[in-house]
């Protein structure tokens, strides 16, 4: 049986995803209100917060994905 892996989550890594996260969702925000079809002020913070939070999450899942990817590289370099 194979021992169970320690975790790769640190405090640090977690304070640089939330600001990485919320600097992407700022940004796309910014990029993508001017778009939404509305004059009303609550209908375009509405539909540009939820076009941006889906574009977060897919960041948020490309960054998960990139660290899995790059520790795995790594460990591989050592063998």
């Given at each position: 049986?194979?021992?169970?892996?320690?975790?790769?989550?640190?405090?640090?890594?977690l304070?640089?995803?939330?600001?990485?996260?919320?600097?992407?969702?700022?940004?796309?925000?910014?990029?993508?209100?001017?778009?939404?079809p509305?004059?009303?002020?609550?209908?375009?913070?509405?539909?540009?917060?939820?076009?941006?939070?889906?574009?977060?999450?897919?960041?948020?899942?490309?960054?998960?994905?990139?660290r899995?990817?790059?520790?795995?590289?790594?460990?591989?370099?050592?063998?």
């Amino acid at each position: 049986m194979t021992p169970p892996e320690t975790k790769h989550t640190s405090p640090a890594s977690l304070a640089v995803d939330a600001v990485l996260v919320i600097a992407f969702f700022l940004f796309i925000y910014t990029l993508v209100a001017p778009h939404v079809p509305s004059n009303d002020k609550r209908m375009v913070l509405f539909w540009g917060g939820a076009c941006s939070a889906c574009l977060t999450a897919v960041f948020w899942l490309c960054v998960q994905m990139f660290r899995v990817v790059l520790r795995a590289q790594r460990e591989e370099r050592r063998k």
